[in-house]
């Protein structure tokens, strides 16, 4: 029924292929979309995705703040996630960067080499520059990895894979518009009644299908009946995030001075990104914080100092309801690398009892490295009379509910729940922040009627979710006045290839499922978007009680999202 392993437009089943087939000019469209050269663009692309370009320019102007560093990189991404949005309204789907020259994801392209098991994916060297010695290890210019060849026995670059997605101006042929005629409630109904009805889905499930362009429902199962809906709540907590702070914003962990007692106060801004890490690579480093508050009180003449930490912007237990759990650390307002007792960056690990005292603890080992003494940090607040010495922010929030979603990080999850409850003026605990998100959807016109909120990850058994409010969310986060919110989509982990998906859909329809997961006891959900056959993007919400086997349960989700995949349905 399925091909052996991941090839996904040669070997697939017919309609994977036609699938396939349908969604690559349209992602090759995407492609082009998000390159920096919108002008190019807008004169290529058909006219209604050229007159719904214009229409977006007020809101690009609105949100884009062009700055320095790290910022420029954000503008850059807004500016893509706003013009996508407008082709998604068209019928086109949208996938966020990087591309290659060939208009191919590159995540997907070194996972399709890697598969291949020939080598490393090291596409920018030559047959010829593979044998050479003393190559540089910088980038190439069309994104390949460049890495040197000096090692004896290095690995010969793996064969190039075909692409996952169609190359710009290649044989794909020019994007059309999607059909007009819509798939059918029965059309559909035939394709999935069959497999909803799989014994591997327990004894209740739910579901629903939207058309994302227009907004209307094409099929529903149960659609209005609340079920636990574990990690597909992120999606909820995504949408409420964005809308209350905007992709913009930063989290921001500072160093702050009071002169008077000489007590330096390291205050959490409830950042589940910050790192201790050497490497910190995009995230905000304790380090570089560190190294900063060291220089102005050297300039102060001062090389000791009582230290202390601040958690206040938090309230409440910071233990979840489902007590101490490798899946999330103590929620605080000041954590390094989640409170990991690894070197891991997800997935579930034993976590520190005290995430403050221990990010404090490292803050105070690399200050001593800097040349400042400090005394054994204990909690405390910073007052309003207090210099703010130094400074570390995130990545821009849209960053973070990539990351949330890709990897279904329930530390981040809980943080911008928190986050969402500070923003709104609400009080910053579990209870707070779930009436937090409930409000903030509520205020977005998303149909909240039997939702209940407990906490921002999932992992509550208490939560409530109906099929119909998660594909409201996804078409909300596809709408193309709201470019603020297309990182729900962008995160959705992309099927056999990112995130929690990455290990399925190896033998269906891999790179055109892109859905977020739940998993807990005697639950499985799925909910995300598909192309179908005729390149309709349609979002689709999937919800199931009583599973008893979850590998089971999650195969008999994954065959149903192939299924819309390779369907017409009309």
Not at 269 to 281: F, S, V, Y
Request: aromatic letters at 2%; hydrophobic letters at 40%.
């Amino acid at each position: 029924m399925f091909v052996p392993e991941l090839r996904p437009w040669r070997a697939a089943r017919p309609h994977v292929v036609r699938a396939a087939n349908a969604v690559r000019p349209r992602l090759a469209r995407a492609a082009e979309i998000v390159r920096p050269r919108l002008a190019r663009v807008a004169a290529a692309v058909e006219p209604q995705v050229a007159r719904l370009t214009q229409a977006a320019k007020p809101q690009l102007a609105r949100i884009t703040r062009p700055k320095v560093g790290r910022n420029v990189r954000s503008w850059q991404y807004t500016a893509g996630a706003a013009t996508a949005g407008l082709a998604l309204a068209a019928g086109v789907v949208t996938a966020a960067g990087p591309w290659d020259s060939t208009g191919q994801r590159t995540a997907e392209r070194d996972r399709a080499a890697a598969l291949e098991r020939t080598g490393g994916a090291d596409h920018g060297r030559t047959e010829e520059s593979a044998h050479s010695s003393g190559s540089s290890g910088s980038s190439g210019s069309d994104g390949s990895s460049g890495t040197s060849d000096s090692a004896a026995g290095a690995p010969r670059p793996a064969p190039s894979a075909a692409s996952v997605l169609a190359g710009l101006g290649g044989s794909a042929g020019a994007v059309k518009a999607a059909p007009n005629a819509l798939p059918t409630g029965t059309g559909l109904a035939g394709v999935l009644k069959p497999l909803l009805s799989d014994p591997a889905l327990g004894a209740r499930h739910t579901a629903a299908v939207v058309d994302v362009a227009t907004g209307k429902r094409l099929y529903g199962v149960g659609a209005d009946t609340a079920l636990t809906p574990a990690s597909t709540t992120k999606i909820a907590t995504a949408v409420a995030a964005l809308s209350a702070m905007g992709a913009e914003h930063r989290l921001t962990t500072r160093a702050a001075f009071e002169a008077d007692t000489k007590e330096l106060v390291l205050v959490g801004g409830g950042d589940p990104t910050l790192t201790a890490r050497e490497d910190a690579g995009d995230w905000a480093s304790l380090r570089t914080l560190a190294a900063s508050t060291a220089t102005a009180l050297k300039k102060r003449g001062i090389t000791r100092v009582t230290l202390s930490y601040d958690t206040t912007l938090f309230a409440g237990p910071e233990v979840h309801p489902i007590g101490v759990n490798p899946n999330l650390a103590p929620v605080t307002a000041l954590s390094a690398d989640e409170g990991r007792t690894d070197d891991s960056a997800s997935g579930p690990v034993t976590r520190v009892a005290d995430p403050a005292a221990d990010t404090t603890r490292k803050f105070a080992g690399f200050l001593k490295s800097a040349g400042v003494t400090t005394t054994t940090p204990g909690p405390s607040k910073a007052t309003t009379r207090a210099q703010t010495l130094a400074t570390v922010s995130s990545p821009p929030l849209s960053a973070l509910v990539e990351r949330m979603l890709t990897n279904s990080d329930n530390d981040i999850a809980e943080a911008l729940a928190r986050q969402t409850a500070v923003a709104t003026g609400a009080r910053a605990d579990f209870g707070g922040a779930g009436k937090a998100v409930q409000a903030q959807l509520k205020k977005l016109g998303l149909p909240v009627k039997g939702a209940a909120f407990k906490d921002g990850s999932g992992l509550d058994r208490e939560d409530r979710l109906t099929a119909n409010l998660l594909t409201a969310l996804l078409v909300k986060a596809g709408d193309p006045t709201r470019p603020d919110l297309r990182p729900v989509l962008t995160g959705l982990p992309i099927a056999g290839f990112t995130g929690t998906l990455s290990a399925r859909y190896a033998d269906g329809a891999a790179g055109v499922v892109r859905a977020k997961t739940g998993t807990l006891t005697g639950v499985n959900a799925l909910a995300g978007t598909v192309v179908d056959q005729d390149g309709r993007l349609l979002a689709f919400a999937l919800l199931t009680a009583d599973t008893t086997d979850p590998t089971a349960a999650q195969a008999a989700l994954d065959r149903t999202a192939t299924a819309l995949a390779g369907c017409g349905c009309r």
